[in-house]
């Protein structure tokens, strides 16, 4: 009677195991199939490189007193306009939060400048958003300057 009971016992505990190990194994070939599952193009999070965007000649950024001068050139002629643009975030996070700085209209010499001049301190990236004829934008590359506590 006795080993009837462990062999009863032991039965149970079998089933209880087999059926836990088998829903950890079903996780695992969830969690594996996901993560080998490769993120569509137009979902990837946007990444900066030192290549600058069809049109823009360099993008510069520095300490000016409490706030930042930021200096672009652009070759195309098809621009209306731009917007300087400033995040405190990661660049390249897609969720990061830019502010316009500022609105500077196009001139004949295709050199521009924007000062930034009372930003917060820390490190902070500056991008400048060229808006085309046909309504498109280009987003020049990211250039970062270090303001210090004011």
């Known amino acids: 009677m006795y080993v009837n009971g462990l062999i009863s016992s032991f039965r149970f505990i079998n089933r209880v195991l087999m059926k836990k190990l088998t829903v950890l194994a079903i996780i695992t070939m969830v969690f594996f199939s996901i993560a080998a599952t490769p993120i569509p193009e137009n979902l990837q999070p946007a990444t900066s ?3 600058l965007a069809d049109g823009f000649t360099f993008i510069r950024s520095h300490r000016q007193g409490k706030g930042a001068t930021i200096t672009w050139a652009f070759s195309s002629t098809n621009a209306t306009g731009f917007a300087v643009q400033r995040t405190n975030e990661d660049p390249n996070d897609p969720y990061s939060v830019w502010i316009d700085v500022s609105s500077v209209g196009c001139n004949s010499a295709r050199s521009y400048k ?5 930003p917060f301190p820390g490190l902070i990236n500056y991008r400048v958003v060229a808006l085309m ?6 987003c020049s590359s990211i250039s970062t300057v270090k303001i210090m506590a004011h």
């Open 133 to 138: 004829n046909d309504g498109t934008t280009i």
């Open 49 to 51: 490189s030192n290549k």
């Open 114 to 118: 924007c000062e930034d001049e009372n």
